[in-house]
């Protein structure tokens, strides 16, 4: 159980386009959603937290208004990178508690972003 | 002061050991702690948790909790080349359902 299913595992795009990432919970329903990134050889940073049917909250140095959260329904949240530029090219992955409070966190298995 | 530190390795042990990895963090309202395992270029899977002081074994991983002293480790027993990989402490932001991860501490096992 607690299955995490995130995509596309890898994408490459260039300079200006736009990228949508997405995250379900396969065999569980998730209120809340978590994004992260991951620079090489760094731990992971969270980005924001993604609550079904409101607005997400962002982390402080985070823009909303580029990396565009949407958590339409309890089992799918998206992350959209917007205007994407080289700087953005990181690992991105999604997580998803299979409780409330403090459950243990359910990773996807994250997208590989490459801005060229 | 970060909120959640690891001794950053690498840890190279040889295979059969024990390997300890430890973990301190800041927030004494914290009351949730998580071991994550990472490999390469992989997302990271969970491996124990420990809400209660003591010790919580779970096959050849021991997490041992100390609040008063706010640290947490792991113990990794008769290692084995598969548990090379990176470990991530995670602790939860008192009050708060976030986790706050250390910098993570890389183990390579010997064989």
């Known amino acids: 159980g607690a299955v995490v299913s995130q995509h596309p595992s890898w994408v490459i795009c260039k300079s200006g386009t736009s990228v949508k990432i997405e995250c379900r919970s396969l065999d569980f329903q998730a209120t809340t959603m978590f994004w992260y990134r991951q620079f090489p050889k760094q731990s992971l940073m969270l980005m924001a937290t993604s609550n079904e049917g409101s607005k997400a909250t962002y982390e402080q140095g985070v823009e909303k208004d580029k990396f565009l959260i949407n958590h339409a329904s309890l089992t799918l949240s998206t992350l959209t990178v917007t205007s994407a530029h080289p700087e953005d090219s990181s690992f991105y992955i999604c997580?998803?508690?299979?409780?409330?409070?403090?459950?243990?966190?359910?990773f996807g298995n994250g997208t590989r972003l490459t801005v060229t | 002061q970060k909120e959640v530190e690891q001794n950053s390795g690498p840890l190279s042990v040889p295979e059969g050991a024990i390997a300890s990895l430890n973990c301190t963090y800041s927030?004494?309202?914290?009351?949730?702690f998580f071991w994550y395992r990472q490999y390469s270029g992989k997302s990271p899977e969970l491996i124990m948790f420990?809400?209660?002081?003591g010790d919580k074994e779970d096959g050849r991983f021991t997490a041992q909790l100390n609040k008063a002293s706010q640290y947490v480790s792991l113990l990794i027993r008769d290692s084995q080349p598969s548990d090379s990989a990176t470990y991530l402490c995670?602790?939860?932001?008192?009050?708060?359902?976030?986790?706050?991860f250390g910098a993570g501490t890389t183990v390579t096992v010997r064989a």
């Open positions: 997580s998803a508690q299979t409780g409330r409070g403090n459950s243990p966190l359910h």
């Open positions: 927030d004494r309202g914290s009351q949730s």
């Open positions: 995670a602790v939860n932001v008192a009050n708060d359902y976030k986790l706050s």
């Open positions: 420990i809400y209660s002081n």
